[in-house]
């Protein structure tokens, strides 16, 4: 099902809003992140069975969608991962697990990675990736694990920038040409879709095109509902978007999604917490708020199927027997 449907057209939103004619929502969940997990919050899962059991969960709450940031066994799951096999396995347990689910396995990975080891998930087949449009700055505090748990013996103050430059965001790109596996530039702020103009005049992304936008962060853009129109104004059509904000600002900007006809990408690589003092108990919660959210404002929830028309993606998922 193929909506051609313009979030910067006024009339036409106008046309679409809080009826089913916008297109059906999809909803992504991203698992877990590759950086903070358990000692944070118990529910996140690390383990390629815990990725997958939480992947189901997401996926009967009504997702179509997974984000994987695989971690690496031989630091306890406490650092991303850097191998293929690592995502293999992942990407292995989910499909037996959700054998429609689409599968988007990040390129980005974690810091502290080479653009090798970040790369190495695309060989692990999955169906989307993503790509940073530049340099993001990162500081947080990773904290000690405790038994069980194993990889971090004390805190850690990580004050660093992942390096992105104009010709790794190509390299990466036509990797995923190359393998058939569906972009996702992310941008942090408007001046981002200067970088994806770059790629568009290379032949490296075509229409339709997918986009993810990543608000909140301490070099992003403000979790503001100015700054989400501004990213907006210069998406190039036909294109999706999927939006993603930090912490408390999770909720209304996924909400401000939902009412422009865009996508969400939600859960505890991002948000710990499913209110105010209240942990989450699993990446679903979010996906049920979602849908309750989404429902009220008349948005009808993307199956699978939907979604891989949408997204220009293979009727056929990806085997990964």
Known sequence: ????????????????????????????????????????????????????AEARRCYDAGACMVHIHARDPDTGYARPARRTRDFIDVNRLIRAEAPDLIIDNTSGGGMGLTLEERLSSLDANPEVSDIDMGPFAVALQLKKREAPLSGRDQDEILNDVLPVTVHETEERARRMKDKGI????????????????????????EPPYTFGMMLGMISSSLPTPHAFLSMLRDAPQPSTMFVMSVGKHDLPMSTMAILMGLHVTIGLETNLFHKKGEMADSNARFVERTIRIARELGREIATPAQARQMLGLSATPTSYA
């Open 182 to 205: 569906k972009a996702v530039p992310a941008l942090f702020h408007p001046g981002h879709w200067s970088m994806v103009h770059n790629l568009i005049d290379k032949g490296l992304i």
């Open 1 to 52: 099902m193929t909506i051609d449907y313009d979030f910067n057209d006024a009339r036409d939103y106008m046309k679409r809003a809080g009826t089913s004619k916008m297109p059906p929502l999809i909803i992504c969940s991203a698992l877990s992140g590759g950086m903070h997990g358990k000692e944070l919050n118990p529910a996140l899962p690390e383990t390629p069975e815990e990725q997958a």
